[in-house]
C-alpha cells in the first residue's frame, strides 16, 4: 500500500567527547576487569581436584552421562514436573540461568527448558548418601550461567512456593550435576536483557558519543536494553528469552490455524516456485541471480502461480510460502523476505465469497489463538481436559510487550467500509492534517493508523475492512467494478480490498480479471507492455483455457503475528529477519 521511503545519505559521525571517551574508558576497563573476574572463578571450579572428593562422581565436566545417574530415576521435562513427582527422583536436563550461594554447605540454582519453564534447585552438603560435598557445593554454584546441565535430583515441595519460578510448588535437591556444554565466563547478551523490550530496532551499529547516554533501560527495571543489532548478532540468546519463545509459538499456531480453516472448506494446499524466470507482475522490486548462463528471480509474489492452479481446475487453493521483495524500506513493518499467506478460490455469483472466506481465516486465527480446547487423554476413553491454545504465550510476551487485547467484532457485525467511506470518516472525525485526503488516492501509513483509532473509538475494534480501492491503488489484475462506480475525478474502483488490524494492513485480496481481452487492456493501461517475459506467459494461460472468475488474497504472516501482540516491530515476528542491511545470521 506505500511505496519504499528513500533512505537519508549517511552523515558523518560526530567526534567523541572528552567526557564521553573516559566514561567509555571506564565502562570498557569496569567490563573487563568483570570478565577477568569470572573467568578465573569459572577456571578454579574446573580445575578443583576432584581425586580426594567423596562426591568425585557425581559432578563435573561430561560430554555424556551414559552410566552416570542411578538406574531408578526418572528423565523428566520441567514442564511435566507436578505433585505425582513428589518424593521421587529425577534426571532433568536444562540451561542453568542463575545461581547464588547461601553458605559453604548451600546453594541454589535456577534451571529453564522449554521456553520459560523454569525450576529452582538446591544444593546442600550432606556425608550421606547420595554424598554432596562442599567443593561440590562451590562448584555447581560456579557453572556459568546459560551452560547446558544433566541433573539428578530428589523432587520436594519447598516451604513456600517460590515466585521467581513457573513451576513454583516443586524444586530439584540436586545430588548429580554434570555440564554438558559450558558457557563462557562472558555471554554477548545475557537473559536479562535478552528478556527485555526491545527499544532500538536500527540496523546501524552504535555510533561515536553513545558513551555518553549509557545503554537504555526500561522504566520498569535497571537491567540494560539491548538494541536489535546486539539481539541477532548474539541469536541464539536471543531466541532463549522466553518472549521470542512464546512469539515462535504463536507464529506455529496461527499458520496451523490457517491451514486447518481453509482445508476444512474444501482448499487444497500447493506449492509455488521461488524461483522464476521473469519479474512477477512486471515490477522493479525483485532479487537478480545468476542461473546457469541466464537471469532468474526470487518471487515476490505467488499470485500468478494461484492463478495457474485455478485455471488448471483447482477450484480452491492456498499456499504457505517465503516472498521476496527488494524494496529499500527500512522501516519496522518491512522486510525484504517474508512469509505469506495464501489463497485463490473460484466465484460463484460475487467476489464478496472471496471476502468473506478471508474475513472468515483471520477472524478464526485471532479467536483461535485465545480459545479454550478439549484435549483427549487416550484414545480409548472419553476422559480429557481443557487447556488454553496461546492465552500463556500471549501472556509471557504482554509481560515484556504491553498491549491491550484485541478488540474483533461480533459475530455477524464484522465492520466493512468501502475506501470513500474510509476517507470520508478519516476527514471528518481523524486528526486535522487528513482533512483533505482524497477518495482517488491511496492511504499512507499514518492516514492507516488514523483511521485505525477512529474505527475503534466508533465501533469498537481493531478489525475491519476496507473494500472498492480506487484503480489507481490496484494492481492490472484487479477487477474493475462492473457497476462503473467512480471516484474523486472519475476514477473507477476495483472489487478489491485490504484487512487491518490495530490500523495496519495484514491482507491485500480481490477478483482478479479472467477475461483475456479485459486483462490486456488493463495491462496496457498500467503501462506494462503485454508482450513482456513473465507478462506474456501470465496472459497466455488465459487465453490457452476458460478460466472461471476467481479471486483471493495474500496475508503477511509476519505482520499478523506482529500487529496481533501489538508488538514495535515485525522483525520480533520472523525467526531470521532480512532487510536492506542484514542478510545475517
Known amino acids: ?90 534426571i532433568v536436563r536444562a540451561w542453568l540461568q542463575n545461581s547464588r550461594v547461601q553458605s559453604a554447605k548451600m546453594g541454589f540454582v535456577e534451571l529453564r527448558k522449554g521456553g520459560n519453564w523454569n525450576i529452582q534447585g538446591v544444593i546442600m552438603a550432606s556425608e550421606q548418601e547420595p554424598i554432596v560435598s562442599r567443593r561440590m557445593v562451590k562448584w555447581v554454584t560456579s557453572v556459568n550461567p546459560e551452560s547446558f546441565v544433566a541433573v539428578e535430583a530428589m523432587v520436594k515441595k519447598p516451604l513456600e512456593p517460590v515466585k521467581s519460578c513457573r513451576v513454583s510448588g516443586l524444586e530439584l535437591h540436586i545430588t548429580k550435576c554434570f555440564v554438558l556444554a559450558p558457557a563462557p565466563a562472558m555471554l554477548g547478551m545475557t537473559m536479562g536483557a535478552a528478556s527485555q523490550p526491545i527499544v532500538n530496532f536500527s540496523d546501524e551499529g552504535a555510533q561515536a558519543g553513545d558513551a555518553d547516554k549509557g545503554p537504555e533501560t526500561t522504566p520498569e527495571t535497571t537491567v540494560p536494553a539491548a538494541s536489535m543489532l546486539t539481539h541477532l548478532d548474539n541469536i541464539a540468546m536471543h531466541k532463549r528469552a522466553p518472549v521470542q519463545q512464546a512469539i515462535a509459538d504463536i507464529r506455529v499456531e496461527v499458520k496451523r490455524l490457517f491451514r486447518s480453516y481453509l482445508e476444512a472448506r474444501r482448499f487444497k494446499e500447493f506449492e509455488p516456485p521461488c524461483l522464476i524466470g521473469a519479474a512477477s507482475e512486471g515490477g522493479s522490486n525483485v532479487f537478480r541471480l545468476a542461473y546457469f548462463g541466464e537471469e532468474a528471480f526470487l518471487a515476490q509474489s505467488p499470485q500468478f502461480y494461484k492463478q495457474f492452479e485455478i485455471a488448471g481446475g483447482r477450484e480452491r487453493v492456498f499456499s504457505i510460502s517465503p516472498v521476496f521483495r527488494a524494496e529499500n524500506s527500512n522501516t519496522p513493518r518491512h522486510m525484504t523476505e517474508f512469509t505469506g499467506l495464501d489463497l485463490e478460490m473460484e466465484i460463484t455469483e460475487s467476489y464478496t465469497e472471496v471476502l468473506s472466506v478471508l474475513e472468515g481465516v483471520l477472524l478464526s486465527i485471532f479467536r483461535g489463538l485465545q480459545e479454550k480446547y478439549a484435549v483427549q487423554v487416550t484414545a480409548l476413553t472419553e476422559d480429557g481436559f481443557t487447556i488454553d491454545r496461546c492465552a500463556t504465550e500471549i501472556e509471557t510476551v504482554r509481560t515484556v510487550y504491553h498491549s491491550e487485547p484485541l478488540l474483533l467484532p461480533e459475530p455477524g457485525k464484522e465492520i466493512r467500509l468501502t475506501f470513500a467511506e474510509a476517507q470520508k470518516l478519516l476527514r471528518e472525525e481523524g486528526p486535522s492534517e487528513f482533512a483533505n485526503v482524497r477518495d482517488d488516492e491511496d492511504m499512507s501509513t499514518p492516514q492507516e493508523k488514523a483511521l485505525g ?54 491482507l491485500s485480496g480481490g477478483q482478479r480479471i479472467h477475461d483475456p481481452t479485459e486483462l490486456e487492456e488493463r495491462i496496457r493501461a498500467k503501462g506494462v507492455d503485454p508482450e513482456s517475459a513473465g507478462i506474456k506467459e501470465y496472459l497466455t494461460t488465459f487465453r490457452q483455457v476458460g478460466v472461471p472468475p476467481h479471486g483471493g488474497g495474500g496475508i503477511g504472516l509476519d505482520r499478523v503475528v506482529a500487529w496481533f501482540l501489538a508488538l514495535p516491530s515485525v522483525h520480533l515476528a520472523a525467526y531470521y529477519p532480512r532487510t536492506p542491511k542484514r542478510l545475517l545470521p
Not at 44 to 66: I, M
Not at 479 to 505: C, H, L, M
Open 453 to 506: 483509532e477512529v474505527v475503534r473509538n466508533k465501533y469498537k475494534t481493531d478489525f475491519y475492512v476496507i473494500d472498492k480501492f480506487p484503480e489507481t491503488a490496484r494492481p492490472f489484475y484487479a477487477k474493475v467494478d462492473d457497476a462503473g462506480t467512480t471516484v474523486g475525478d472519475g476514477v473507477r474502483v476495483t472489487n478489491a480490498f485490504d484487512f487491518f488490524i490495530r490500523g495496519q494492513e495484514v
Open 1 to 90: 500500500m506505500e511505496q519504499p521511503t528513500e533512505q537519508p545519505a549517511e552523515q558523518p559521525s560526530a567526534p567523541t567527547s572528552k567526557k564521553g571517551a573516559k566514561k567509555a574508558e571506564a565502562k570498557a576497563k569496569k567490563e573487563a576487569l568483570k570478565a577477568q573476574r569470572a573467568a578465573e572463578l569459572a577456571a578454579a571450579a574446573a580445575n578443583v581436584n576432584l581425586e580426594d572428593d567423596p562426591a568425585q562422581d557425581n559432578y563435573g565436566n561430561r560430554r555424556t552421562t551414559a552410566s552416570a545417574f542411578s538406574k531408578d530415576a526418572e528423565e523428566v521435562e520441567i514442564r511435566s514436573l507436578d505433585e505425582s513427582h513428589n518424593g521421587k527422583k529425577v
